[in-house]
């Protein structure tokens, strides 16, 4: 069983820049898959970017170009960098791990873009 906590969410100005944390509870070593999603209000869950065991990402068009995701293997932890961001980021953002046949969640961290 693995727990995720996430960290970094919060208020900030259109613009700006977050950092995302998502860390796993044990040592998942490095096949695995992250997803990072997001829920806006009366939307529904999209995914935003995701990295997998071989370094490929992928990223929605509406963020691509702003946001990085990377990962850390060694801590355990799993980054989602937001940068030039805007209103329409506003939403819930959860990590998801999927490692050995498996899915895992974030329990969600609230970003909100506004000035």
């Known amino acids: 069983q693995v727990q995720l906590v996430e960290s970094g969410g919060g208020l900030v100005q259109p613009g700006g820049s977050l950092r995302l944390s998502c860390t796993a509870s044990?040592?998942?070593?490095?096949?695995?898959?992250i997803n990072w999603y997001r829920r806006a209000p009366g939307n529904q869950r999209e995914l935003v970017a995701s990295?997998?065991?071989?370094?490929?990402?992928y990223y929605d068009d509406s963020v691509k170009g702003r946001f990085t995701v990377s990962r850390d293997n060694a801590e355990n932890t799993f980054y989602l960098q937001m940068n030039r961001m805007e209103p329409e980021d506003t939403a819930v953002y959860y990590c998801?791990?999927?490692?050995?046949?498996?899915?895992?969640w974030g329990e969600g961290t609230q970003v909100t873009v506004s000035s």
């Open positions: 044990r040592n998942i070593g490095s096949i695995y898959t």
């Open positions: 998801n791990l999927r490692w050995q046949l498996r899915n895992y």
């Open positions: 990295i997998t065991g071989s370094n490929s990402t």
